[in-house]
């Protein structure tokens, strides 16, 4: 099977997308003549011209809005955020119409749109340019949110995004897109609200999401090695909707829980799952669930600290160790 | 005694030459349908039968009602909270519309929108927009999904005086122009963005709708008390959009008899009474519109007043519908959030969408 990134996956998903259904379209900064920010759409305005790949001016609001109103008319636009904080200011577009804009036409409509780019810290570029709003969006009953953590995560989640009839709201990570994974050269989905067990183990779960799941795979191996602990880790790739069966499938397994995030941690996603698990797997627990996530401040420019703001492998590894 | 009616330079426009004696009467019936349906619908917010607001389109109903007029398939419109008078006039029913204020299951949202939220994708009309200039990029979307598909049509979008000076107007301006999009951006000017007139609000030099030169946008002024000078303006933009994709803006001076909502406290305190009699008695565009189609030889006043009565009727009738529909379910709370799950698809049938105790 070929190893391509994390980036190329993307990049192919969306080029078969664009070659399989004449309503979708991408849209976007930099996305077209530029080849994109990141390159994710690299060759793509080259290969499919001018109507179906689109350089926006910088004007989030407008061009968030104006997919949403093309995507009631029928077209699949996926819009390129070049950083999801830049969502920031599309907000009342994202939120009150492609979020709630079925409910309140009494389900007359609906909103085939996807919003992808990166969601992360990490790189030095300060708060204004780190955000990680998965938990913002997912608490729009309306919206969908993944975070795929690997290229074949993201190539499937990316096709599935696409071909769903409702908003996605699609999170990446600029740290993964020089990354690569086995992806297979067929073509493949990856439904969402289906959780992936990226590792198993019978000791304790990480449950995770976007890079973190990275994260906790280290942290497991360190934890094996050095520990002789065997953790599992449960990538959720989906946010909302949330595959809970296989959360607490996992729990009542190992029957311990550390869940990872990139996200701060005040009403972060992993403050729902320590809620479905307190409620639900309360029996199963033998010890009290935890979490890892960024360091409760705005992201921090300084290039020695950032990643220390970030959960990394040891900090979730010294989690680890006080309920195992 | 009723003053002479003033000719209109706009009666021998070719788009209102084509109306027949009965598409006059039709228009001129739409206008009673909105100004009695909201008269209805004041009189039973008043007696607690719905919540929220309340914004009443009266006086401007010459504006949504000659616009609609000219819609054709490919033409689309989407407005504001103030969004009763643009559903009567895209063909909307009264029973639909009045159950959504009572909140009713057989409302147009089934209870879930609202006043604000009036939606009928059927007949081309996508709202009934909450959050003020946050449909104008919507407009501005749906015109470039027709241009996407090569349809020949536009997409009016509605919006008032206040808000034109929200970020997103501007960039839908913005991209309008860049990319000759067919949309078409009516300003509703009725002087004040809720309590705050348009002197307090807005720096212009002549006008709102000139701003759009800094787009190289056309752009008309038009008076809303001339039905027929609505219609041939609008059209003109219309023609101009279907045949050559460019947008523009309309400037529409306008006017509400009553305040920003019904809940408007202040309605009376940042505007004079004389100055609403003013326009109730000099400047009312179903009045002026009634008194020309008689002078015209198109209908008299006793059928004038017969719309007026049908219209009246039908309202009333639709409070009944109203009254008599049952609520929407507990269980319908979480209807209508995705159109997976709403399908019964595989999709919707993937993982946990909703998070209830």
Same mark, same amino acid.
């Given at each position: 099977? %070929?190893?391509?990134?994390?980036r190329?996956?993307?990049?192919?998903a969306?080029?078969?997308e664009i070659?399989?259904?004449?309503?979708v379209?991408?849209?976007?900064e930099?996305v077209? $003549?530029y080849?994109g920010?990141?390159?994710?759409?690299?060759?793509?305005?080259?290969?499919?011209g001018?109507?179906?790949?689109?350089?926006a001016p910088i004007? $989030?609001?407008g061009?968030?809005?104006?997919?949403?109103?093309?995507?009631m008319?029928g077209?699949?636009?996926?819009v390129e955020?070049?950083?999801?904080?830049?969502?920031?200011?599309?907000?009342?577009?994202i939120?009150?119409?492609?979020? !709630?804009?079925r409910?309140?036409?009494g389900g007359?409509?609906?909103?085939?749109?996807?919003i992808?780019?990166?969601?992360?810290?990490?790189?030095?570029?300060?708060?204004?340019?780190?955000?990680? %709003? $998965?938990n913002?969006?997912?608490?729009?009953p309306?919206?969908k949110?993944? !975070?795929?953590?690997?290229?074949y995560?993201?190539?499937?989640?990316?096709?599935?995004?696409?071909?769903?009839?409702d908003?996605?709201?699609f999170?990446?990570?600029t740290?993964l897109?020089?990354?690569t994974w086995?992806?297979?050269?067929?073509?493949?989905?990856?439904p969402?609200?289906?959780a992936?067990?990226k590792?198993?183990?019978a000791?304790?779960s990480?449950i995770? =999401?976007?890079?973190?799941?990275?994260? !906790?795979?280290k942290?497991?191996?360190?934890l094996?090695?050095?520990?002789?602990? =065997?953790?599992?880790?449960?990538?959720?790739?989906?946010i909302?909707?949330?595959d809970?069966?296989?959360i607490?499938?996992?729990?009542?397994?190992? =029957?311990?829980?550390?869940?990872?995030?990139?996200?701060?941690?005040?009403?972060?996603?992993?403050?729902?799952?320590?809620?479905?698990?307190?409620?639900?797997?309360?029996?199963?627990?033998?010890?009290p669930?935890?979490?890892v996530?960024?360091?409760d401040?705005?992201?921090?420019? !300084?290039?020695?600290?950032?990643?220390?703001?970030? %959960?990394?492998?040891?900090?979730?590894?010294?989690?680890?160790?006080?309920?195992c | 005694?009723?003053?002479?009616?003033?000719?209109?330079?706009?009666?021998s426009?070719?788009i209102?030459?084509?109306?027949?004696?009965?598409?006059?009467?039709?228009?001129?019936r739409d206008?009673?349908?909105?100004?009695?349906?909201?008269?209805?619908s004041?009189?039973?917010?008043?007696?607690g039968?719905?919540?929220?607001?309340?914004?009443?389109?009266?006086g401007?109903?010459?504006? +949504?009602?000659?616009?609609c007029?000219?819609?054709?398939?490919?033409?689309?419109?989407?407005?504001?909270?103030?969004?009763?008078?643009?559903?009567?006039?895209?063909?909307?029913?009264?029973?639909?519309?009045?159950?959504?204020?009572?909140g009713?299951?057989?409302?147009?949202?089934?209870?879930?929108?609202?006043?604000?939220?009036?939606f009928?994708?059927?007949k *081309?009309?996508w709202?009934?927009?909450g959050?003020v200039?946050?449909?104008?990029?919507l407009?501005?979307?749906?015109?470039?999904?027709?241009?996407?598909?090569?349809?020949?049509?536009?997409?009016?979008?509605?919006?008032g005086d206040?808000?034109v *000076?929200?970020?997103v107007?501007?960039?839908?301006?913005?991209?309008?122009g860049?990319?000759?999009i067919?949309?078409?951006?009516?300003i509703e *000017?009725?002087?004040?963005?809720?309590?705050?007139?348009?002197a307090?609000s807005?720096?212009?030099?002549n006008?709102?709708?000139?701003?759009a030169?800094g787009?190289?946008?056309?752009w008309e002024?038009?008076?809303?008390s001339?039905?027929?000078?609505?219609?041939a303006?609008?059209?003109?933009?219309m +023609?101009?959009?279907?045949?050559?994709?460019?947008?523009?803006?309309?400037?529409?001076?306008?006017? &509400?008899?009553y305040?920003?909502s019904?809940?408007?406290?202040?309605?009376?305190k940042?505007?004079s009474?004389?100055?609403i009699?003013?326009y109730?008695?000099?400047?009312?565009?179903?009045?002026?519109? &009634? &008194?020309?189609?008689?002078a015209?030889?198109?209908?008299?006043?006793?059928?004038?007043?017969?719309?007026?009565?049908?219209?009246?009727?039908e309202a009333a009738?639709?409070a009944?519908?109203?009254?008599?529909?049952?609520?929407?379910?507990?269980s319908?709370?979480?209807?209508?959030?995705?159109?997976?799950?709403? *399908?019964?698809?595989?999709?919707?049938?993937?993982?946990?969408?909703?998070?209830?105790?």
């Amino acid at each position: 099977m %070929p190893q391509i990134t994390y980036r190329t996956a993307l990049n192919q998903a969306l080029a078969e997308e664009i070659q399989r259904d004449e309503n979708v379209f991408l849209i976007g900064e930099e996305v077209a $003549e530029y080849n994109g920010a990141y390159k994710v759409t690299e060759g793509l305005w080259e290969r499919f011209g001018s109507k179906r790949v689109v350089d926006a001016p910088i004007s $989030e609001a407008g061009f968030v809005g104006l997919a949403v109103g093309a995507s009631m008319l029928g077209l699949r636009p996926v819009v390129e955020m070049m950083f999801w904080s830049f969502a920031y200011v599309a907000w009342d577009q994202i939120v009150n119409n492609a979020g !709630c804009v079925r409910y309140m036409s009494g389900g007359l409509i609906n909103v085939p749109l996807v919003i992808r780019g990166p969601a992360n810290g990490g790189t030095n570029v300060g708060a204004t340019h780190s955000h990680t %709003p $998965e938990n913002f969006l997912a608490n729009t009953p309306g919206l969908k949110v993944v !975070c795929p953590a690997t290229a074949y995560d993201a190539k499937g989640l990316l096709k599935s995004a696409i071909r769903d009839n409702d908003p996605v709201m699609f999170m990446e990570n600029t740290l993964l897109y020089g990354q690569t994974w086995e992806v297979p050269e067929e073509e493949y989905l990856v439904p969402i609200g289906r959780a992936d067990l990226k590792r198993e183990g019978a000791d304790l779960s990480f449950i995770a =999401h976007g890079r973190a799941a990275i994260t !906790c795979l280290k942290a497991a191996e360190i934890l094996e090695e050095k520990h002789g602990i =065997h953790a599992e880790v449960l990538d959720l790739r989906s946010i909302r909707p949330l595959d809970e069966d296989a959360i607490l499938a996992s729990v009542r397994k190992t =029957h311990r829980a550390v869940v990872v995030e990139e996200n701060k941690p005040f009403c972060g996603v992993g403050a729902q799952i320590a809620s479905i698990l307190g409620e639900k797997a309360f029996d199963d627990l033998d010890a009290p669930i935890l979490r890892v996530s960024a360091m409760d401040a705005p992201a921090i420019y !300084c290039p020695a600290l950032e990643l220390e703001q970030l %959960p990394n492998a040891q900090r979730v590894v010294d989690r680890a160790l006080q309920i195992c | 005694m009723e003053t002479a009616v003033a000719q209109s330079e706009f009666a021998s426009a070719d788009i209102n030459l084509r109306l027949t004696p009965d598409d006059k009467i039709r228009i001129l019936r739409d206008m009673y349908r909105v100004r009695r349906f909201e008269q209805i619908s004041l009189k039973f917010y008043n007696q607690g039968k719905m919540g929220g607001f309340l914004h009443l389109y009266t006086g401007q109903e010459s504006v +949504a009602v000659g616009i609609c007029s000219l819609l054709g398939e490919h033409d689309h419109v989407i407005t504001a909270y103030r969004d009763h008078g643009h559903a009567l006039a895209v063909g909307m029913s009264m029973d639909e519309c009045m159950a959504e204020l009572y909140g009713k299951a057989t409302g147009c949202s089934k209870g879930k929108g609202g006043s604000m939220h009036f939606f009928a994708p059927d007949k *081309n009309y996508w709202g009934g927009h909450g959050i003020v200039a946050g449909q104008t990029p919507l407009g501005l979307g749906l015109a470039y999904a027709l241009k996407y598909k090569g349809l020949k049509g536009c997409a009016l979008a509605f919006l008032g005086d206040g808000a034109v *000076n929200q970020g997103v107007y501007h960039e839908s301006l913005n991209l309008a122009g860049l990319w000759d999009i067919p949309a078409i951006f009516v300003i509703e *000017n009725n002087r004040y963005s809720m309590g705050t007139s348009l002197a307090r609000s807005s720096a212009f030099k002549n006008n709102l709708a000139e701003r759009a030169d800094g787009y190289e946008i056309d752009w008309e002024l038009i008076n809303g008390s001339d039905l027929y000078e609505i219609r041939a303006k609008t059209w003109t933009a219309m +023609a101009r959009a279907h045949e050559h994709s460019r947008p523009a803006v309309l400037e529409i001076d306008t006017y &509400r008899y009553y305040g920003h909502s019904v809940a408007d406290a202040n309605a009376k305190k940042y505007r004079s009474t004389e100055e609403i009699e003013e326009y109730k008695n000099n400047h009312d565009p179903l009045r002026l519109y &009634r &008194r020309r189609l008689i002078a015209e030889g198109v209908l008299d006043d006793a059928t004038a007043d017969r719309l007026d009565e049908e219209a009246k009727h039908e309202a009333a009738e639709a409070a009944k519908f109203a009254d008599d529909s049952p609520f929407p379910n507990a269980s319908d709370i979480v209807a209508d959030v995705y159109w997976e799950v709403d *399908n019964d698809t595989e999709r919707g049938r993937t993982g946990k969408h909703f998070f209830n105790d």
